[in-house]
């Protein structure tokens, strides 16, 4: 069974652009999750989506945006970049929903975004 | 709210010596725990979850980690270290309700030198 599919795995931005970063999940997977990763913030929870619904958002500006397709793809959206989102983007999924489902998230490799 | 400490920032453990990585946690209600690793450029890789049951949980490539209620803590073991565990730890509650947003700690830097 193939992995979470992230894409593209390296960017370069300028201040002031904005980026989309998209994320396949694992098959049969519904529960989709974005994380952000920092040396500083270490590693924060940005927004989760399950059928499509945004289910929980983390404290991130209005600038951070994302949404979830029919068939479970995500993307994330950043607006007007800033120097300080320089970042590893990692999305993660799980099968959702369930008593049978502990939660456990699959990680894809992430996103390494650059602003310039 | 939920939360986990990782209150070390780097473990240094020779080849062959057994390690520990440190977690406590403070939750309300029953804790869902989690430890990853990180690998230089990768993505993080589930090693092993405490839900419910024993308090010795074993995971994947022999971590195995330890729930201790009384203390509130959830170290990460392993009997034997090897060069290859070098690279960072994180430790993970879930947070409260139906979604499954994780809480992660900051990271211990595991470094088994030859």
């Known amino acids: 069974k193939a992995g979470v599919t992230q894409t593209p795995r390296y960017l370069i931005k300028t201040r002031g652009q904005q980026v989309t970063l998209s994320c396949s999940p694992i098959?049969?997977?519904?529960?989709v999750s974005w994380y952000q990763q920092t040396p500083g913030q270490g590693l924060q929870f940005l927004f989760e989506y399950f059928s499509e619904t945004q289910r929980n958002k983390g404290n991130f500006p209005g600038r951070f945006s994302g949404r979830q397709f029919s068939n479970s793809r995500s993307e994330m959206n950043v607006s007007t970049l800033e120097l300080g989102d320089s970042a590893l983007y990692l999305c993660a999924s799980s099968p959702g929903g369930g008593s049978q489902n502990t939660g456990e998230l699959f990680f894809g490799e992430g996103s390494r975004l650059t602003v310039l | 709210a939920q939360s986990v400490a990782q209150p070390e920032d780097q473990v240094n453990v020779a080849e062959g010596n057994p390690l520990t990585v440190k977690c406590t946690y403070s939750?309300?209600?029953?804790?869902?725990l989690f430890w990853y690793v990180q690998y230089p450029n990768r993505g993080l890789q589930f090693l092993l979850k405490?839900?419910?049951?024993?308090?010795l949980v074993k995971g994947s490539y022999g971590f195995e980690a330890e729930f201790n209620k009384s203390q509130t803590s959830f170290h990460l073991k392993k009997p034997s270290a090897l060069v290859s565990d070098s690279a960072l730890y994180f430790c993970?509650?879930?947070?409260?309700?139906?979604?499954?947003?994780?809480?992660f700690g900051s990271g211990t830097r595991l470094l088994v030198r030859p």
């Open positions: 098959s049969g997977h519904r529960s």
């Open positions: 405490y839900i419910t049951g024993d308090n």
């Open positions: 993970a509650v879930r947070d409260k309700g139906s979604s499954y947003k994780l809480i």
């Open positions: 939750v309300s209600g029953n804790p869902y």
